[in-house]
């Protein structure tokens, strides 16, 4: 999956171009001494890849989706619905805007349960954030649909799963805004990242304001007279970061055709040995991990052997359940929603994640199918 696996000579010679060309290693001003304003131009880069009008890079996926929330208004005495298969940073993101994180359960998709989503809607519902986990497009006709019924606006979490299709659109312009995350076990990665992505200038100048201490950075001003109306906080990140981040990007397409071509051998051969999780049909994933859904806990015991003495692992599920599920957030979240996301608990653990990593190679995937068939069928 991830692109720490591709990372090599280019992002290093990106690194040493930036020293080379004047080393400012910050993203404003300094305009005599630098050749290239390089946070700029990665956000250009993703912005015209995912097809999405504005792209704001921040420190992380976790703080572009608290930006995210509070470039929709989000508050105290808010509530955000998001789903129980996710990530962590989802929830601390709502909490630091003040708002109340409310879950939904997922369905065989893995994703949010457009029709559970439908009975959580409240007065207070300021925002829905739908989270494409494990590279899987949400059903977000079915969820755009009932979130414009009641004018909520839509953030989509994009941070798993850069590179997606919905439509036949990119994933990260489907919703109002959108977060994705550039930290090191992510699809491409700068070390640490993350951008805010809309099409909705307002929302987009908020969010730039609100991650440079409220600065509006005018073009006419320097940046010591420059003018504010709103106080934000610093989500800056370094033209370090964008520098190996646009090197990064430009093998975006490559890691999804190896993805795939891994994908493939594995599901070739594999056949369907076990039921699998639900693709949404207008969906088209990255191919970054094969799930099977295994009720039979002794096959799934032998099948998790499997995958791991053969030296691959189960990426997240169930290896780290705990930091993806709701039902183990009782440190974060209000005990009814902990016990609410039981039902997502008790299908994620008949999940098997079989991760695709580029350095294995297709034959070897190939064989794997074959190895993990036969566990199942033992
Ligand atoms: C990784 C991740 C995040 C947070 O991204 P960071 O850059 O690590 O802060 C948020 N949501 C999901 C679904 C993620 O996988």
């Not at 280019?10 to 910050?26: I, K, S």
């Amino acid at each position: 999956m991830p692109g720490f696996e591709l990372i090599g000579d280019e992002e290093r010679a990106a690194l040493n171009a930036l020293f080379d060309e004047g080393g400012v290693l910050f993203a404003h001003g300094f305009d005599g001494m630098r050749k290239h304003f390089h946070v700029r131009e990665f956000e250009g880069a993703v912005a015209e890849r995912l097809k999405c009008s504005h792209a704001l890079a921040v420190t992380s996926g976790t703080a572009a989706t608290k930006i995210a929330l509070k470039s929709l208004g989000v508050g105290l005495g808010d509530e955000v619905i998001t789903q129980a298969f996710n990530f962590i940073a989802t929830i601390e993101a709502i909490l630091e805007t003040g708002a109340t994180p409310v879950i939904a359960n997922v369905n065989d998709t893995l994703n949010m349960d457009p029709d559970e989503l439908s009975t959580l809607i409240t007065d207070r519902t300021k925002a829905i954030i739908p989270v494409h986990m494990l590279g899987v497009p949400a059903e977000m006709n079915e969820i755009m649909a009932i979130a414009r019924a009641h004018t909520i606006p839509v953030l989509e979490d994009v941070c798993e799963a850069l590179g997606a299709e919905y439509n036949g659109q990119p994933l990260g312009g489907l919703g109002d805004v959108a977060a994705i995350s550039f930290d090191f076990g992510k699809v491409i990665t700068c070390g640490e990242g993350g951008m805010v992505l809309t099409n909705n200038p307002a929302i987009d100048k908020f969010a730039r304001e609100y991650h440079d201490h409220g600065h509006e950075n005018n073009p006419s001003l320097p940046r010591g007279r420059d003018t504010k109306s709103i106080h934000g906080f610093n989500y800056r990140i370094t033209e370090m970061q964008a520098v190996v981040g646009k090197t990064q990007l430009s093998r975006l397409n490559t890691i999804l055709t190896m993805n795939l071509e891994r994908y493939e051998a594995f599901a070739e051969v594999f056949g369907n040995a076990t039921p699998t999780r639900r693709i949404p049909t207008a969906g088209k994933p990255i191919n970054d991990a094969f799930i099977m859904l295994i009720a039979e806990q002794s096959i799934r015991e032998r099948v998790i052997k499997t995958l791991n003495d053969a030296g691959f692992g189960t990426k997240n599920l169930p290896d780290a359940m705990e930091w993806h599920c709701a039902a183990y957030w009782d440190h974060a979240l209000e005990s009814k929603q902990v016990e609410h996301a039981a039902a997502t608990r008790d299908l994620l653990m008949t999940a098997v994640a079989v991760p695709i990593w580029l350095r294995k190679t297709p034959v070897e995937y190939a064989a794997l199918g074959e190895m993990v068939r036969h566990a199942v069928h033992e």
